[in-house]
Antibody
Framework: QVQLQESGPGLVKPSQTLSLTCSVS??????????WSWIRQHPGMGLEWIGY???????YYNPSLKSRVTISADTSKNQFSLKLISVTAADTAVYYC?????????????WGRGTLVTVSS | SYVLTQAPSVSVAPGQTARITCGGN??????VHWYQQRPGQAPVMVVY???KRPSGIPERFSGSNSGNTATLTINRVEAGDEADYYC????????????FGGGTTLIVL
């Protein structure tokens, strides 16, 4: 079955760029039928959708983060990535990657284990 | 943007039935998905499209959706069901289509 795994630095300095990669196994991100998404969870809080990428390269972002977010994909490595610029302490969160069905009703399954990113000097 | 409202917590004794609700304006006209998040773990989908159960999810988990309330029902609650539960919809009427509820903590007494 499809599995996702996040990787990247656990500590980022304020004003710098947060960069994470999601490696997908058991399925191809190029196969269509799915969007590949990033979701974050602030400590002790709920879930916040960040955005997605489709295999064609189409992206869509949460309007509240749109000015700072870029999601890209490397189909040769079966990975997709998140970049968030100009980070502050408010960006400290567990970041999850997830597969989002392209069905009309759009759900997330499966999810990666998540990676904690702390923004601090 | 569309808002989903969940109670902060629900308490239930083992073996009893837990009902976790998700409120939204005419949510019955949308498809609702539910996720279980055990402490320190990633979310896992337990119900999709209101009432469908993914493979591997026990039959004890069921969902319904009508009017302004969607409900996740867990029968014969076990200690291992203690977790946070989030509802989610896809709302195409705004530029923020993915909407999660605030989450409900199920406490097994």
């Amino acid at each position: 079955q499809v599995q996702l795994q996040e990787s990247g630095p656990g500590l980022v300095k304020p004003s710098q760029t947060l960069s994470l990669t999601c490696s997908v196994s058991g399925g191809s991100i190029s196969s269509g039928g799915y969007y590949w998404s990033w979701i974050r969870q602030h400590p002790g809080m709920g879930l916040e959708w960040i955005g997605y990428i489709f295999y064609s390269g189409t992206t869509y972002y949460n309007p509240s983060l749109k000015s700072r977010v870029t999601i890209s994909a490397d189909t040769s490595k079966n990975q997709f990535s998140l970049k968030l610029i100009s980070v502050t302490a408010a960006d400290t969160a567990v970041y999850y990657c997830a597969r989002e069905t392209a069905a009309a009703t759009r759900w997330f399954d499966p999810w990666g284990r998540g990676t904690l990113v702390t923004v601090s000097s | 943007s569309y808002v989903l409202t969940q109670a902060p917590s629900v308490s239930v004794a083992p073996g009893q039935t837990a009902r976790i609700t998700c409120g939204g304006n005419n949510i019955g006209g949308k498809s609702v998905h539910w996720y279980q998040q055990r402490p320190g773990q990633a979310p896992v989908m337990v119900v999709y499209d209101d009432a469908k159960r993914p493979s591997g999810i026990p039959e004890r988990f069921s969902g319904s959706n009508s009017g302004n309330t969607a409900t996740l029902t867990i029968n014969r609650v076990e200690a291992g069901d203690e977790a946070d539960y989030y509802c989610q919809v896809w709302d195409t009427s705004t530029d923020h289509p993915v909407v999660f509820g605030g989450g409900t903590t199920l406490i097994v007494l």
